[in-house]
């Protein structure tokens, strides 16, 4: 192990704020996300395709618009100003959701929401790396995500409560969501601190040629696998629509994702440090067997114990990969262009994100909903089969272990 990596525990502090950041945030989107897919069948009356279209769209249009904020912040060689003006237009969209009368409201919200998070999206990972020392970036990236992901498993959990609450009140819980988003620019604007640039930094269009060609043929390979793996693991509103139908009450629903999100985060930032010292592409193969294994889990019934254990496989393989992906990004990008190569990846998997979605919508509409979680787990082979072709990964001197 590198000496120095025993201080990979000492992450920076403004790192720390982020996580928090992103937790406040978390707990706003998921009050909101964990109930959404109950407020459009139950209340607007909207199909499962039409909640498939949605959470795809609105996570595409998130993962595109990242490669723009990406390439902008590496223009400008400046992350915070463009995270916190995505952080604010999410926190602007909260207000939609409680007034929305019809599905088209939500959608326009869920864009907005999604848009800010593409906004900030990239320039924070980047932010990440240009923060972390690279001996821990592992560490830091697996310490936001755990932070990130606490907020993912305390918004359903308030959900719940307010849900039994308050009767089942969808619109007041999407009020109260509000207040937490609030908080989380407020926490960005006054607790980050920007790094001064590591080179010397001279402005230029990062999307020319030129600088393209600077992004190594293993940076690409991950932008491919990337792709293929969100194709293997579609939006999380199927596993809400799975739990609905093992007949839980509609307030308790919500927990399935407490569930998910609480073996995600307990995942996250010992994967996240894990990935620091071993294979790379040993860490991505093994989240892909608990993908699947979560999918035939899910495919097979929808008691309540069994949607439970396939939805908390799910966690653990997003604490698995989640971080790990963002590191494997970060080591094979040059600095002045982090922003740009995260821009990128998140606009290739975008398109995968809404391309599963549609597809896991269709499936479920046409032939029930084991053939959704049959063909995430049909993906999760094929891209299985990629990770095994002989193809050199291109990883840093530290992580360079077969």
Same mark, same amino acid.
């Given at each position: ?10 992450? !920076?502090? #403004? ?23 109950? =407020?459009? %069948?139950?209340?607007?009356?909207? #199909? ?35 995270? /916190? ?7 602007? *969209? ?10 088209? /409201? ?15 999206? +990239? ?9 972390? !020392? ?17 907020? *993912? ?6 959900? %719940? ?11 007041? %819980? ?9 908080? #989380? ?6 607790? %980050? ?23 190594? #043929? ?19 509103? =199927? ?16 927990? /399935? ?68 992906? +963002? ?5 094979? +990008? ?35 909903? !084991?053939?959704?979680?049959? +063909? ?27």
């Amino acid at each position: 192990m590198n000496p120095s990596s025993a201080s990979s525990s000492k992450v !920076p502090a #403004s790192i720390w704020v982020l996580g928090f950041v992103s937790m406040l945030m978390d707990i706003s989107s998921e009050m909101i996300h964990s109930l959404l897919p109950l =407020f459009l %069948v139950g209340s607007l009356g909207a #199909s499962a395709l039409m909640v498939g279209l949605i959470d795809g769209a609105a996570e595409a249009t998130a993962l595109i618009v990242k490669v723009f904020s990406g390439g902008l912040s590496d223009y400008w060689g400046k992350r915070k100003g463009l995270a /916190v003006f995505g952080y604010g237009l999410g926190a602007l *969209s909260k207000p939609l959701f409680a007034l929305a009368p019809v599905t088209g /409201v939500v959608l326009g919200a869920r864009l907005l929401d999604r848009i800010g998070k593409g906004i900030r999206g +990239a320039p924070r990972d980047a932010l990440v790396a240009d923060l972390a !020392p690279a001996h821990a970036r592992g560490a830091a990236y697996g310490l936001r995500q755990t932070l990130d992901t606490t907020g *993912s498993l305390l918004g359903p959990l308030l959900a %719940v409560g307010l849900m039994l609450l308050w009767a089942n009140d969808f619109r007041a %819980v999407f009020w109260v969501a509000v207040i937490p988003a609030v908080l #989380s620019v407020t926490l960005l604007v006054f607790g %980050v601190r920007e790094p001064p640039p590591q080179v010397a930094h001279q402005r230029s269009n990062p999307f020319r040629r030129s600088k393209l060609k600077q992004l190594s #043929s293993a940076y690409w390979w991950v932008v491919a696998i990337g792709a293929m793996f969100t194709l293997a693991r579609f939006s999380e509103a =199927f596993l809400v629509l799975r739990a609905q139908q093992s007949g839980m009450a509609l307030a308790l629903i919500p927990l /399935v994702l407490v569930a998910m999100n609480l073996v995600y985060a307990a995942a996250a930032y010992p994967f996240g440090r894990l990935s620091d010292r071993i294979s790379h592409r040993k860490l991505l193969a093994l989240g892909l067997v608990v993908l699947l294994a979560a999918d035939i889990i899910l495919a097979s019934s929808s008691h309540w114990g069994i949607v439970l254990a396939g939805v908390a496989l799910w966690g653990l393989h997003m604490g698995i990969t989640q971080s790990l992906l +963002a590191t494997m990004v970060a080591d094979r +990008a040059p600095p002045e262009l982090r922003g740009t190569a995260f821009g990128l990846f998140y606009l290739v998997s975008g398109l995968a994100m809404l391309l599963a979605s549609v597809i896991a919508g269709l499936l479920w509409d046409q032939l029930g909903a !084991p053939s959704t979680f049959i +063909a995430g787990g049909i993906f999760c082979v094929l891209t299985l089969l990629a990770l095994a072709l002989p193809i050199k990964q291109g990883l840093p001197a530290h992580n360079e272990r077969a």
